[in-house]
């Protein structure tokens, strides 16, 4: 996608020229966690200052603040927080986006989202019957029934809305968790 190109390689060398120590993955952020998971977390895109920075998901921003939180809480993660290098490891849980480059003012266009779905897909297709995937946002909600090749008018997004799906998946939404919701 050269646009999220372009605009990920200008944040990143913006950065670096800020502070010379400062290192920014700036490039595609790779789902992260158990290869076999229970739980798929999907979230929108990698944030600014957050996953495009450390290049993991939900890491050093607020968004990953709640999530990491949450999932620790609930036995899912060996640590409460998520900090770039810190030996965090996921429990039955994965953690992926709906697009894997940030788009500028967090919004992809729709080819950038179908550009990344064939990613999501093959998350997707190694779950066992019965996980739970956890769309944050409408975006991800729709990219993982495109994942699945399912129509949306079938699966409306709501908060707190529970759908199942043909391959006995079962797919929740929320809203995302970051600050500005």
Known sequence: CPRLVK???????KKRKQNINE???GKPVPGFGSTNPFLLIVGLAPGMHGANKTGR????DHAGILLYKALHKYGFSNKVDSIYKDNLKLKD???????????PENKPNASEV???NTYLANEII????KSVILALG?????????????TKKNYKFSHGSRHILPNELILYDSYHCSRYN
Do not use: D, E
């Open 23 to 25: 290192v920014y993955w």
């Open 114 to 116: 179908t550009n990344c």
């Open 126 to 129: 190694g779950l066992k019957r």
């Open 7 to 13: 605009f990920v390689n200008k944040i990143s060398k």
């Open 138 to 150: 409408t975006i991800a909600h729709n990219a993982i029934l495109s994942a699945q090749n399912l």
């Open 93 to 103: 849980c994965r953690i992926t986006n709906a697009v894997k480059c940030l788009p």
């Open 57 to 60: 998901p939900f890491t050093g």
